[in-house]
Structure formats: C-alpha cells, structure tokens
C-alpha cells in the first residue's frame, strides 16, 4: 500500500517503525526539517518538509495516489482539515487524531463530510483500556479477534494458581476449559512454548480463549479476584477525566487526585459523583490522608512516568490489590517486573496499535492476507489473524503433519462462527479465520507461517 503519515511526534513514530518493514510505501510529513532528515536516514521513507494541511505539500507527496492518509499532528483542527484535503484528492481511506472531547459529537456526525474514515483520541482509549482492566481485575491485558468471539489475555502467574508448577500438556489433561497458551515473559526472555513447558511463579501468561469461555478458565485456574469497589486516580488529564466519568457511573466509589487548583475545581463540577482532592498525588502524607491502604485498585496517570513508577509502588506497599501505571518511555519497560509493576498502559502504544490494525485490515483488503495485528510484550511478540480466503497446500492437513517456523504457534481457528483451539489433529480449511502468534516479523499471509 501507499500510506502518508502526517505529524511524527511518538505516535507517528510508532507507527512509522511498525509499518516501514511490511513492504508499503511510506511518505512522511512534518514542519521539523531536522525530524524529517533523521527518519528517512533510518526508514526506507519519502520525506516532505511542510505542512500536511495544505494541498499543495499533499500533492507533493503523492497523498493523491495514496491509499491511507493518516493525520497525527499535536493540532485537532489540522489533522481533521488534512484528511478533508486528502479527501478532495480523491484518498478512499484517512484517520484523524482527534483529543478534544468537545469535538467528538461533531466528528461522528460529519465524519463522512469530513473525508474521516477512522478518529482516534489516544486518552479516551486508554480510559477505555483501562476501565477494561479494572473490570476484570485479575487480568492484565485483553485483545479482541473475529468481531470479539476470541480473546487473546494476559495474566500473571502467582504461587495460589493451579497453572504453576505444571506443563502445558498437564494443564490440557487437567483443566474443563480449554485455552492455548501462546506466549510467556519470564524476566526478559519471551517463550513461544511447547508442551513440555512448566509455569513458573511470576511467570506473564498471553493465552486465546473463546470468549465465553474465560470466565470458566479464570476461575479453573484460581485466577477469579473479588470485584473491586473503590478506585484511586492520581492525575487529572484527560485521561483521568475519561476514566473518572466512566467509572463512577458504574459501581464504583472513584477518588481523583489533581495538584492544578483550578483543573480540580472544573473536574469537581464535571464529575458530581467523584471525589475530586486537590493536592501533589505524590505525596505520602497525602496518599495516607486520602485512604490509600483501603483502596482495591490504583491508577497512577501523572505526565512523569517515574512519579507515575515512584507512587505505584507505594501503592503495591500499602497491599492494593490492583495498580496500573502510565508509561510513556519504551526505555523503562525492562525494569518494571523486577519494580512489580505489572500493569501499564501507554497512550501512544494503544492507538499505535489500533492505527496499525486499521492498516492491517485495508492492507488484506488489497492484496495482504492478515486481517487484524496486535504486538505483545513490548513489540517482540505480535498476533495475526489471518483469512484462508485462498487454495493453498495447508489446507486439510492435520497440523502435527506440516512443519510451522520456528516461533509460531496456531493459536486458534474460528470456523462458521465456531471457535476452536487447534491441537495436532486439527486442519485448517479455506474459509478459516486463524489466530498466529509469532516472534518474527512482517507475515503476510498464512502460508508464511509454514515451511
């Protein structure tokens, strides 16, 4: 495909580093002269000094021939008129990144006016990745495939949970529900596993379950937490806004914690049915005097991701039973384990990866085979659904008798609606939607898996 990416701040980035080994052909945008150079030096990319609003620097990129404009700049109003420019060249497919919340009633109604085929707002998803985590709190991430019917989870291993100590293969013998585990991060090694592979203690456990089935496999493996009830947020961007309001018109009894005066007297107006404290959410004697130790979940949401680190931890000191940490810094993530930082989320990573699924998902339309991507584990892992839509000579083959490539694993198929977890006597047949999970990169169709 040919795809223009407007504004390469760490979301454009992101998506740059992604998308420049998948054999499309980029072209980037951006006013920093200096950012430009140093990108095409590193990425097989065109590059454009400008600004990605004006037709004439679109036209200069060849946005006119182009199958996705993607619009990234810090700017609202500019990425929404970049796509209405890129529409008027006659782009099919654009995305804007839209943040403020005032305008999202607009843009849904006059989206197709605009020429936006997909807004993204980086703090109203990660509000919503987050509220999801907080539901199901003994989960640490979930990822949707095939409309919702497969869920692809991670959960931490502890000592109480029936999964440690045994092999995969005991597992299958042992447990009702059944579940594919795909991946493992032990420290920071990742493992594709075998059968003979035993859970360990500590052990980040990425498996696919048919969606009806995770509850049954939460509570097989002693896995089930409690609900929780009362939820501290330290930060009052926009995210905590979001997250704020979409909590506290559940179950739950929320406190946020805003340092600005005035921003925590305009969320208290906003938010009636939250507590909003107004103080340095960093602050020990602050944390104890707003009931720290009785809280059941924790989500430290500062701009600083070491305030973001520092209080965290705290929070797992006091026996929260739940924190979940803002972290914008990729260099940070190799220490968060041996921290017991176990849950994080990081806006530009969440809309990173739904851009690049988006792409994904119009890259099979013409012509590449994956229908949805996601990358797990920091980027070293990713998962693939692809569509057997072609003949070809896997097809009808019990899989024990086809050689896969190292670090690949059929995690499941999903046939007439009908989930399945592949084991060696399984066949994958045309019309399949199959679910890979694989250390290596830049797969384009289900064949590539195979030898």
Do not use: W
Not at 43 to 48: A, C, K, L, N, S
Not at 202 to 220: M, P, Q, V, W, Y
Not at 266 to 288: F, I, K, S, W, Y
């Amino acid at each position: 495909m040919k795809i223009v990416i407007i504004g390469l701040g760490s979301i454009g980035r992101k998506i740059l580093k992604s998308l420049s080994g998948e054999g499309h052909t980029l072209t980037i945008i951006d006013e920093d002269k200096d950012l430009i150079e140093s990108l095409i030096e590193k990425y097989d990319v065109f590059g454009i000094v400008g600004n990605g609003a004006c037709m004439d620097i679109q036209k200069e990129a060849g946005a006119q021939d182009a199958d996705l404009v993607i619009a990234l700049t810090k700017n609202d109003e500019l990425n929404v008129f970049a796509c209405l420019v890129s529409k008027r060249l006659g782009v099919d497919h654009t995305v804007a990144r839209v943040r403020n919340p005032d305008y999202r009633e607009q843009i849904i109604q006059l989206r197709d006016d605009l020429g936006i085929s997909m807004v993204v707002n980086p703090e109203r998803e990660t509000a919503n990745e987050i509220f999801n985590l907080i539901n199901l709190p003994s989960v640490s991430s979930m990822e949707h495939f095939a409309e919702g019917k497969v869920l692809l989870v991670e959960v931490v291993a502890h000592k109480e949970c029936t999964l440690v100590g045994e092999s995969l293969i005991s597992l299958g013998k042992k447990l009702k529900s059944k579940v594919l585990v795909c991946a493992v991060q032990r420290g920071d090694e990742v493992v594709i596993p075998s059968g003979g592979f035993v859970i360990q203690d500590g052990d980040r456990i990425h498996f696919t379950a048919d969606a009806k089935n995770l509850g049954s496999f939460l509570e097989e493996a002693n896995l089930v937490k409690s609900p929780f009830k009362n939820i501290m947020i330290v930060g009052g961007g926009k995210i905590g806004y979001y997250l704020a309001d979409a909590l506290s018109t559940k179950k739950y009894v929320v406190k946020l914690i805003e340092e600005d005066e005035t921003k925590a007297d305009d969320l208290a107006e906003a938010l009636p049915r939250v507590t909003v404290a107004c103080g340095n959410g960093t602050q020990h004697d602050l944390l104890m005097e707003e009931g720290i130790d009785a809280m059941d979940a924790f989500v430290a949401l500062t701009d600083v991701d070491e305030e973001n680190m520092i209080v965290s931890m705290f929070a797992n000191k006091k026996n929260v039973k739940k924190t979940i940490t803002r972290i914008e810094s990729d260099d940070l993530f190799g220490m968060l384990d041996d921290l017991g930082i176990s849950n994080t989320v990081s806006p530009k990573q969440v809309v990173a990866s739904r851009i690049i699924s988006y792409a994904r998902a119009l890259s099979n339309s013409i012509g590449s085979n994956v229908q949805t991507m996601y990358q797990l584990v920091n980027n070293q892992v990713e998962a693939l659904e692809f569509v057997a839509k072609k003949p070809g000579r896997i097809y009808g083959t019990p899989l024990k008798d086809l050689t896969i490539k190292k670090n690949c694993l059929i995690a499941c198929t999903i046939r007439n609606n009908r989930v399945m977890i592949p084991n060696g006597n399984s066949e994958i047949r045309l019309g399949d939607n199959v679910v890979v999970v694989t250390t290596q990169k830049n797969f384009d169709d289900l064949e590539d898996v195979f030898e």
